[in-house]
């Protein structure tokens, strides 16, 4: 090569670099210096280890935890991306820069032995191609020899193993496996790769629009620390040497909650940065593999890629900011003594937190038709206790599951103590969704599913012990049971057929008294029924 590949972490020139897990590529004296990780770093921890299990090590460069094959470092996946970067030295003369490479030897040619190359007698029938992508640039179309077998050529997939094998293995260790040209599986596997880029491209960007936003709250919490300190002194410059050193303390104050927040900040940046870092690395090694890797390095490489990219995809991150800019001060109130006067004003840091926020109230989830009823919603801080004072935006939504255009318009009113009152009168029945937020964020139990159930119908009819005892013994009078008595009488009597063996009500023929009568409105067979009522 023109610029033979440097060690990032030494700086020195390495021509055969290795591939690390967190797809960091270092020479071989580095890897051999790596410790285990908990101990201090010293040469031959790596590979001591050999025909061990696998150790995890720190990688100099990220410090991520990586574990190395049982094979030690000499396991580890050459970096083919890192040595196919720049343009290849002619492999005849090792002079000149390559401009060609011959199809059927495979060797990098300098613009003389080109043209040396086609005037020879048994190369001149050889096709010399051109390198103008870094693809060709690089090690594609260099052959890849088996480690196992050093004269054979790595032509062939395992899908069995997932790895590059030789005609040779296929006969030997791999016998019996399912294999298939290199060039006719790499789309399949190259494919799986492009997915995993994709998904991590994504997050990149979640990533630094929530990167973005912290810089932004920072900013707001600044001037919104700011204007507090400036409502501050304007409050206390009325007063004298109480009042004064009293300023002086609220400011204090005010300084460690801005600095506490601006922490927390600083906090949940540095973590996303490093992991958008991460990941960039990931996308950018995955990237150069896929434009300038050949077919077989790509198969070599993706295993490794793979599982890099699939642990960073699982890492799991909050895009919700850690702390808000709600700094308020409070002039009202009492702040105790300062030289012997009392004075006002203090800094209120209680915040509400929707997640700790709850709903109470008997059958929240069921209402009548018609029916004025409703909840309570107790608002709580980051540690849970009660707020106990109002003026939160509180936002109540119910509407129909299955008419869009059906909702309920509740009525919210502060009680001023942290609690807040929610009622509603639904007009239709049937199934309702409740959404309940506080500063746009859904509470504990929100959303909830609402039945809304028809108006209470009172029982038309008697409760009864049968319809001969309560209509005297009138033939005519009937009951809901649907019991008869021999003799021609319409209506249940006791021991008879149909009777449920106990009272009930004549209208429905329910058993429990204290029941919905679950009897047909507006039916004209209910006159007959009432006819007992009557008696």
Known sequence: MSAAWRCPACAEPCAAPRLLPCLHSLCAPCLRRLGRLGEPARAGIATATATTAAISVLCPLCDAEVALPPGGVGQLPPDYVALGRGRPGCDLCAQGAAVGRCQTCGVALCPFCRQAHRRQKKTASHAVTELESSKDCGQAGRPLYCPSHPSEELRLFCEQCDQPVCRDCVVDRHRQHPYDLASNVVHRHGDSLRVLLESTQQRVSTLEDVLSQIDGMGSA????????????????????????????????????????????????????????????????????????????????????????????????????????????????????????????????????????????????????????????LLCNDTTGEQMRRGGEAVRVTITHKDKKDCAVKPTVCDNGDGTYHVSYSPEEPGLYAVCVCVKGQHVQGSPFTLTVKSKFRKHQGVFHCCTFCSSGGQKAARCACGGTMPGGYQGCGHGHKGHPGCPHWSCCGQVTKSSECLGPPNDSSQRSLLRTVAL
């Open 221 to 376: 919490v600044r001037v919104r620390a700011e204007a507090v300190a400036a409502e501050i002194c304007l409050f206390a410059s009325g007063y004298v040497k109480a009042i004064e050193e009293h300023r002086e303390q609220l400011l204090k104050q005010l300084e460690d909650l801005k600095v506490q927040k601006e922490n927390l900040l600083h906090l949940q940046k540095a973590q996303l940065q490093q992991l958008l870092l991460d990941m960039r690395t990931g996308m950018e090694f995955t990237e150069r593999l896929l434009t300038s890797g050949s077919d077989l390095e790509i198969l070599i490489t993706k295993g490794v890629v793979a599982s890099r990219l699939a642990k960073l995809n699982s890492i799991a991150y909050s895009t919700r900011l850690s702390v808000d800019d709600s700094i308020q001060f409070s002039p009202q109130e009492r702040a105790g003594q300062c030289c012997g006067y009392e004075v006002f004003g203090a800094i209120l840091n209680k915040v509400v937190d929707p997640a700790k926020c709850t709903l109470h109230g008997e059958d929240l989830c069921i209402a009548r038709q018609n029916e004025l009823t409703g909840f309570t």
